[in-house]
């Protein structure tokens, strides 16, 4: 499968581009940010981007949504890292859906997320750093379940109207089995949810559930088989972030030669500078092979195929990546770069905050080593 967007995906990030670059640009969070917003993201462009059609990218036609693809998920979410769009896409339109996909909570939640009604958060981390570790207990309550434990770093989590939380049923906190989905609303009673500010100024929140009352409704997937329905949504969120990355390295790097070509000393511009140009040109290459690592990923997950390899690959790739497109923005904006006349240290933040997000470069790196046998 060739390695570059076909009309149809052209034309829709070039959709995607003009939307988001005019609706939610830097100066959106800037205003987020100095407003110390209480939410995290506007709801009103939550519902700008339903009227786009692009909550329902990965919900199936019959369930009104357009039926598309990862790779077209993957579209939007670069224009929204180019821009550092605050928004709950990610989390909602593509992590959540792909849980939800073919469960009895796919009708009660999917008409809400088209229409932008319906943001989603996702209960999965209990740890400082991203680990395949669920400890959080859920124990048979009547007819249904009592969730007892925490969860931390759920973006969104304290204005979502629907958690997606992993939960163990049987076994021990590091066993791959015993795991179970639950879709718990907002209004769950003995929820607690404290929201803190990250490094790139969003919002996510520390989740106590303090027995915590659901009915077997909510359970996604099957009792003790939540792998399933986690497993998909781990490779969406993954990928998801993956692209996102890509965008906010693409950005900086979009910046960085601008100002390279617009900033002088000595009289000419410092782009002129071979050192800067051999700089700019490994960086491009760099990008280049990441985006190449995530267009893979997202076509392997939307024929089917196995893609846990290519998944970590793509994150970690775009990780480094762009961890080197912000380093370098920086350094070629000088000091000035970390001050709030130029953008570019807001996209430094935003990669640090995404880099992390469903497992860094040594998570994945450990991953796709432990499945080649070290």
Same mark, same amino acid.
């Given at each position: 499968? %060739?390695?570059?967007?076909? /009309?149809?995906?052209?034309?829709l990030?070039d959709?995607?581009?003009d939307?988001?670059?005019e609706h939610?640009?830097?100066?959106h969070?800037?205003?987020?940010? /100095? #407003?110390n @917003? %209480?939410?995290?993201?506007?709801? /009103?462009l939550w519902?700008?981007f339903?009227?786009?059609g692009?909550?329902?990218?990965?919900?199936?036609?019959?369930?009104? !949504?357009l &039926?598309?693809?990862?790779?077209?998920a993957?579209v939007v979410?670069?224009?929204i890292?180019?821009n550092?769009?605050?928004?709950?896409?990610?989390?909602?339109?593509?992590?959540?859906v792909e849980a939800l996909? &073919?469960?009895a909570q796919a009708e009660r939640?999917?008409p809400?997320?088209v229409?932008g009604?319906?943001?989603?958060a996702l209960?999965?981390d209990? !740890?400082?750093?991203?680990r395949?570790?669920? =400890?959080m207990?859920?124990?048979r309550s009547?007819n249904?379940?009592?969730l007892?434990?925490?969860?931390q770093?759920v973006t969104?989590?304290?204005?979502a109207d629907?958690l997606i939380?992993?939960?163990r049923? =049987?076994g021990? %906190?590091?066993?791959?089995?015993g795991v179970?989905?639950?879709a718990?609303?907002?209004d769950?009673?003995n929820l607690?949810a404290t929201p803190?500010?990250l490094? @790139?100024?969003?919002?996510?929140?520390r989740?106590?559930?303090? !027995?915590?009352?659901?009915d077997?409704d909510?359970v996604?997937?099957?009792? @003790?088989?939540?792998?399933?329905p986690?497993?998909?949504?781990l490779?969406a969120g993954?990928t998801g972030a993956?692209?996102?990355?890509l #965008?906010?390295?693409?950005?900086a790097?979009?910046m960085?030669v601008?100002?390279?070509k617009?900033?002088k000393?000595?009289g000419?511009?410092?782009g002129?500078?071979?050192a800067?140009?051999?700089?700019a040109a490994?960086?491009y =290459?760099e990008?280049?092979?990441a985006?190449?690592a995530?267009?893979k990923?997202q076509?392997l997950? /939307?024929? #089917?195929?196995?893609?846990d390899?290519?998944?970590?690959?793509?994150?970690a790739?775009t990780?480094?990546?762009?961890t080197l497109s912000?380093?370098e923005?920086?350094q070629m904006h000088?000091?000035i770069?970390m001050?709030d006349?130029?953008?570019?240290g807001?996209y430094?933040?935003r990669?640090?905050v995404?880099a992390e997000?469903? !497992?860094?470069?040594?998570?994945?790196?450990d991953?796709?080593?432990?499945?080649?046998?070290?």
């Open positions: 499968m %060739p390695l570059y967007l076909n /009309d149809e995906q052209t034309m990030r959709t995607a581009k939307f988001i670059a939610a640009p830097v100066g969070l800037r205003s987020l940010r /100095d #407003g @917003d %209480p939410t995290g993201f506007s709801r /009103d519902k700008q339903a009227e786009m692009l909550n329902g990218v990965l919900i199936p036609e019959a369930q009104g !949504g &039926g598309l693809g990862h790779v077209e993957g979410l670069e224009e890292g180019r550092l769009s605050p928004s709950p896409f990610l989390a909602t339109a593509v992590a959540a996909k &073919g469960s939640w999917f809400g997320i229409a009604e319906t943001v989603a209960a999965i209990e !740890g400082a750093k991203h395949d570790r669920i =400890a207990t859920a124990e009547g249904g379940f009592r007892t434990g925490a969860k770093f969104h989590g304290h204005v629907l939380v992993a939960a049923t =049987a021990s %906190p590091d066993d791959a089995e179970t989905l639950f718990v609303p907002k769950a009673a607690t803190e500010r490094a @790139d100024s969003s919002l996510a929140a989740i106590a559930f303090e !027995g915590v009352e659901v077997a909510a996604i997937g099957e009792v @003790d088989g939540g792998c399933g986690l497993d998909r949504l490779r993954r993956a692209a996102e990355l #965008g906010v390295g693409g950005g790097m979009d960085t601008g100002y390279l617009e900033r000393q000595f000419v511009a410092i002129s500078f071979q800067l140009q051999h700089r490994h960086l =290459a990008m280049e092979v985006r190449a995530v267009l990923a076509q997950l /939307d024929t #089917g195929a196995e893609a390899a290519a998944v970590s690959i793509a994150k790739m990780g480094m990546a762009t912000v380093q923005g920086i000088g000091g770069g001050t006349e130029y953008d570019i807001f430094m933040k990669a640090r995404l997000m469903f !497992g860094d470069i040594g998570f994945h790196a991953r796709l080593a432990k499945a080649a046998g070290y």
